[in-house]
């Protein structure tokens, strides 16, 4: 299997993250691939016309996308149930759970792209403001309900190691770390797993 995918990218670290704990990360080629707005790619766009990463190529030539896709991929080759669980309530909540973490990762990016990457003068501060406001009151929602910071390993708990890594990368000086303390000691105590760990972003 081949992964395409970016340091920078929190989508990806979370497939990382999950075939470090699945047991799967060495079966898995790891391809750079570089994506970004107003840049073409055309041959990624052959993999994904999208754009965007990850994307997991299967031996086979399948590819498939989407980061809990490929993550419920994964899980399902290392005998299913590990990181989403398989029935049941708590398979809804923690589903749930992690599409509302992958919506505040999509609203952090664009506020990204919009801070960097469009040019300046024709920045919108507004639709800046409330992309951040979405990402900033999910971590309020996580900080107020601390009983999904306590269940075992899975894969919502994987998407707010990406968030809040995505944050400290990417806004620094946002001041989660003081606004969440439960949050913040949820994330010191996830840095200790080998696989938060060695795939935190680089220095940006």
């Known amino acids: 299997m081949k992964l395409t995918f970016s340091q920078a990218s929190p989508f990806a670290r979370k497939v990382r993250i ?11 080629e790891f391809v750079p691939a570089s994506v970004a707005p107003g840049q073409p790619n055309e041959e990624y766009s052959l993999i994904n ?9 299967l031996d086979n030539g399948d590819v498939v996308l989407d980061s809990y896709v490929i993550v419920e991929y994964l899980d399902e080759l290392a ?18 759970d992690h599409s509302l973490l992958q919506g505040m990762l999509d609203s952090m990016l664009l506020c990204r792209y919009e801070r960097m990457v469009r040019p300046q003068g024709l920045q919108w501060q507004a639709w800046s403001d409330d992309h951040w406001n979405r990402a900033w009151k999910g971590m309020a ?6 009983d999904m910071l306590a269940r075992p390993f899975d894969i919502a708990q994987i998407a707010l190691v990406c968030v809040l890594g995505y944050a400290d990368f ?8 003081k606004a969440y303390p439960k949050l913040d000691a949820f994330h010191q105590k996830m840095l ?4 938060v760990n060695i795939s935190v972003p680089p220095a940006a």
Not at 79 to 96: C, E, F, H, M, Q
């Open 18 to 28: 999950a075939a470090i704990e699945l047991g799967l990360i060495d079966k898995i």
């Open 49 to 57: 016309p999208v754009k965007k990463l990850p994307a997991l190529i």
């Open 79 to 96: 005998g299913g149930g590990k990181l989403i669980p398989a029935s049941g309530p708590t398979r809804w909540k923690v589903k749930s």
């Open 141 to 146: 929602r996580f900080e107020n309900h601390p």
């Open 170 to 177: 990417r806004f620094p000086d946002c001041g989660w770390h």
């Open 192 to 195: 200790e797993r080998p696989s």
